[in-house]
């Protein structure tokens, strides 16, 4: 009942993962960061689901998430693939864009989840795929789930290594084991592949892009590259995003964001992009020497008479947006900028790791060259 879980989230601490007993897609899963946001959510989820258990997790902030897929016959663990999300933990795993292999982590970390999967998947007894998703954060390593099953990311894993993951599976289900199955084991990717999920925002006006625990994803494309910001460049451009290699950023972010969104305003301005932010932002930047052009909110314009930031986008002063957002009403007053981009059909990322990645590629500034059938079957691609 609502008095349990508010006294659960006193004693876990705020914020706090919600959701109820079971979902599908992340269905009214949400992060809340205080006792009202917690009493509002559980009295929607029982309009929505009915009497019923919910769950309550601690949310680990500023985590990154990994995605394992691999094949066990009860004996010996392959794994096929470590997938770093690009967006932290927290983002539903089915609208995190991620990469293969991951571009960031260290081989000593990533021998340390290899091992931990293996035990897991021998302790459990899987006999077939089995997907874990698992957080890093400054705490230590987290296990978030495991499915002893075909994950969405099979698909990706084996085209991104060259390797017939679900055969392999469907072979040992069958009874063979994984050194008959699989006898020449794993090759080294190589190439980086990044996976993009792809949102219908355009179609269904009034949606907000805003990412969370809830998935809204209706697909996938891929990129492949000799590195991570080629291959996170040609992700996108499968996506359908625009990439601005000149014109105008406008970045809105969250207090606690703030620090960061000024670093990657540095790099964005010495990539020659004009920076136009809010007010708060906006002194963040000018704090770290960065020139930008402060642009009242929608409610700030109104009282100083400015055009305000939806004025800029809808008049085609705007390239590419980033906004993060905190919470209840900020969510609320910043869905007017998220709805105007969608309109004018702009570029935008809702997290600050995506536009680092944006950023990475923009700095990539050659061109990038598609990649030839023959460099593909060279490594192992068939």
């Known amino acids: 009942n609502a008095e349990q879980a508010l006294a659960l989230g006193e004693q876990l601490g705020y914020p706090l993962m919600v959701r109820p007993s079971y979902v599908l897609g992340g269905r009214s899963m949400e992060v809340v960061h205080d006792p009202d946001e917690l ?5 929607r989820v029982k309009i929505e689901s009915g009497q019923g258990p919910v769950l309550l997790d601690r949310y680990l902030e500023n985590s990154i998430e990994l995605d394992v897929d691999l094949v066990c016959d009860g004996q010996r663990v392959l794994v096929a693939g470590i997938m770093q999300h690009i967006e932290e933990a927290g983002i539903h795993s089915g609208d995190s864009a991620c990469s293969f292999p991951p571009h960031s982590l260290e081989s000593s970390r990533l021998r340390e989840v290899s091992q931990l999967v293996t035990r897991l998947a021998l302790e459990l007894g899987v006999v077939g795929l089995m997907n874990a998703q698992l957080a890093l954060h400054p705490e230590g390593l987290f296990l978030l789930e495991v499915n002893p099953r075909a994950s969405r990311t099979v698909p990706f894993i084996a085209k991104a290594r060259g390797f017939a993951l ?3 599976g469907a072979l040992v289900m069958s009874g063979m084991s994984l050194s008959d199955a699989a006898p020449d084991g794993l090759k080294d990717p190589g190439f980086v592949s990044v996976k993009q999920p792809v949102f219908p925002f355009g179609r269904f006006p009034g949606s907000d892009p805003l990412l969370g625990p809830e998935m809204k994803s209706t697909g996938e494309v891929m990129g492949m590259g000799r590195s991570f910001p080629e291959a996170f460049a040609f992700s996108q451009l499968a996506a359908g995003t625009r990439f601005p290699m000149e014109g105008r950023v406008f970045i809105s972010v969250r207090d606690e964001d703030k620090p960061r969104a000024a670093r990657l305003g540095a790099r964005l301005h010495a990539l020659g992009l004009d920076l136009l932010a809010t007010g708060g932002t906006a002194a963040a930047l000018h704090a770290g020497g960065i020139p930008c ?8 314009a109104r009282l100083e008479g400015a055009a305000h930031i939806v004025d800029h986008i809808a008049g085609g002063g705007v390239d590419f947006l980033i906004n993060t957002t905190g919470s209840g009403a900020a969510i609320a007053d910043s869905f007017v900028i998220r709805e105007a981009a969608l309109r004018a059909q702009l570029g935008y990322t809702t997290t600050l790791a995506a536009a680092e990645a944006f950023a990475s590629a923009l700095e990539n ?10 460099e593909l079957l060279a490594h192992g691609y068939a």
Request: aromatic fraction near 4%.
């Open 39 to 43: 009493g509002r959510w559980l009295k």
């Open 166 to 168: 679900a055969k392999v």
């Open 365 to 374: 500034r050659q061109r990038p060259a598609p990649l030839s059938l023959q």
């Open 293 to 300: 052009l402060r642009v009242p909110k929608v409610n700030e």
